[in-house]
């Protein structure tokens, strides 16, 4: 019998995991001795933080990065293939949502290893959630080109998405140019096409507020280096 890879979500802000992972993901988590992980710093971090009783220098890790290719995940599952579950990190929030994991996922389906995905925080779609926005219909952008022109153009693209078809566009950037992008946006969109700032999500800073482009030109909050979501939507 095989075992499984458990995807585990990682908290997004608060430190009190508590708020937002459920004590069945701890349960899990403590059973694994295997963990596949995008940083090996911060994977560490988080299991000390949810009290892991094991010990962490004797736990195996993989890395999964941007820089990860099919070869090198060839042997990540070897544990699962073995009768023990295998866990899947991610850095913060869900793992395998704008966030590695597809390669290590997808090897497991094909090897016929249950992949298990748990309860967890997303700042996307909390952030949607508290937009006001569509939520029937909305697609997940990632990161906008850096180039100035190029980012402006992939924000019309985006704006009429949302004015065709109604469906809600959600994006990130880097926290040392969300202040850029909140200006771009204002400067590029229509005036009464809807803006939605997510920062902060789940700590106590957290600020989430929808108004139309044109209002964003002069009332404008500090985003510098704050974990924000971007969202355009009617």
Same mark, same amino acid.
């Given at each position: 019998?095989?075992?499984?890879?458990?995807?585990?979500?990682?908290?997004?802000?608060?430190?009190?995991?508590?708020?937002?992972?459920?004590?069945?993901?701890?349960?899990?988590?403590?059973?694994?001795?295997?963990?596949?992980?995008?940083?090996?710093?911060?994977?560490?971090?988080?299991?000390?933080?949810?009290?892991?009783?094991?010990?962490?220098?004797?736990?195996?890790?993989?890395?999964?990065?941007?820089?990860?290719?099919?070869?090198?995940?060839?042997?990540?599952?070897?544990?699962?293939?073995?009768?023990? @579950?295998?866990? +899947?990190? $991610?850095?913060?929030?869900?793992?395998?949502? &704008?966030?590695?994991? !597809?390669?290590? /996922?997808?090897?497991?389906?094909?090897?016929?290893?249950?992949?298990?995905?748990?309860?967890?925080?997303?700042?996307?779609?909390?952030?949607?959630?508290?937009?006001?926005?569509?939520?029937?219909?909305?697609?997940?952008?990632?990161?906008?080109?850096?180039?100035?022109?190029?980012?402006?153009?992939?924000?019309?693209?985006?704006?009429?998405?949302?004015?065709?078809?109604?469906?809600?566009?959600?994006?990130?950037?880097?926290?040392?140019?969300?202040?850029?992008?909140?200006?771009?946006?204002?400067?590029?969109?229509?005036?009464?096409?809807?803006?939605?700032?997510?920062? @902060?999500?789940? +700590?106590? $800073?957290?600020?989430?507020?929808?108004?139309? &482009?044109?209002?964003? !030109?002069?009332? /404008?909050?500090?985003?510098?280096?704050?974990?924000?979501?971007?969202?355009?939507?009617?």
């Amino acid at each position: 019998m095989s075992g499984r890879l458990i995807l585990f979500p990682v908290h997004i802000g608060c430190d009190d995991l508590s708020h937002s992972l459920p004590a069945y993901n701890l349960d899990l988590l403590y059973g694994c001795h295997t963990f596949i992980v995008e940083e090996l710093r911060t994977a560490r971090r988080f299991l000390k933080h949810a009290g892991y009783p094991h010990s962490i220098d004797s736990t195996t890790f993989f890395l999964l990065n941007e820089h990860t290719g099919e070869a090198d995940v060839a042997s990540y599952l070897d544990a699962a293939q073995q009768g023990e @579950d295998v866990g +899947l990190l $991610s850095e913060a929030g869900l793992p395998c949502v &704008a966030d590695p994991g !597809r390669l290590i /996922t997808r090897q497991a389906q094909q090897a016929g290893i249950e992949v298990v995905p748990l309860v967890g925080p997303s700042s996307i779609m909390l952030a949607l959630m508290a937009s006001g926005f569509n939520g029937q219909n909305f697609a997940f952008c990632g990161y906008l080109p850096v180039d100035r022109h190029e980012r402006a153009t992939a924000i019309r693209t985006l704006e009429q998405r949302v004015l065709r078809n109604d469906q809600t566009q959600i994006f990130i950037e880097a926290p040392y140019r969300n202040n850029q992008m909140l200006a771009t946006l204002a400067e590029t969109l229509h005036h009464d096409t809807m803006v939605c700032v997510a920062c @902060d999500l789940t +700590l106590p $800073s957290q600020y989430i507020v929808s108004r139309p &482009a044109s209002q964003w !030109r002069n009332d /404008t909050p500090n985003l510098h280096k704050r974990n924000t979501v971007f969202l355009i939507g009617k």
